[in-house]
């Protein structure tokens, strides 16, 4: 069992920077995939960025060169640096993972509760 609690989240305006952090509750290093996704209201849940247990790292295209992944095994917290924020992307984002050794392969399987994201001037 994994869980994930994640934290960051609030109102920029666009053009603005977050870094949302997920708490991880126990070592995943090497084991399981992880990943930020994000939901509008009334629509479906989107990938945002994924890093998989291999190390690879993958973005949805609309956030690549803005959005950066990263994790701290040591400390067991999974990151979402965001810059240049978009009005469209406010979202409530999601902190998930899943025990698979790369993105795409396999849906993820356990989600924190969420951080709201509000983008607007």
């Known amino acids: 069992q994994v869980h994930l609690e994640e934290s960051g989240g609030g109102s920029v305006q666009p053009g603005g920077s977050l870094t949302l952090s997920c708490v991880i509750s126990r070592p995943t290093a090497g084991q399981h995939t992880m990943g930020w996704t994000r939901q509008v209201a009334g629509k479906e849940r989107d990938g945002v960025a994924c890093?998989?247990?291999?190390?690879?790292?993958s973005y949805a295209d609309s956030v690549k060169g803005r959005f950066t992944i990263s994790k701290d095994n040591v400390k067991n917290i999974l990151y979402l640096q965001m810059n240049d924020l978009r009005p469209e992307e406010r979202a409530m984002y999601y902190c998930?993972?899943?025990?698979?050794?790369?993105?795409?392969?396999?849906?993820?399987?356990?989600w924190g509760q969420g951080t709201q994201v509000t983008v607007s001037s």
């Open positions: 998930a993972a899943v025990r698979a050794r790369q993105c795409g392969t396999l849906p993820y399987n356990y």
């Open positions: 890093l998989g247990a291999d190390d690879s790292i």
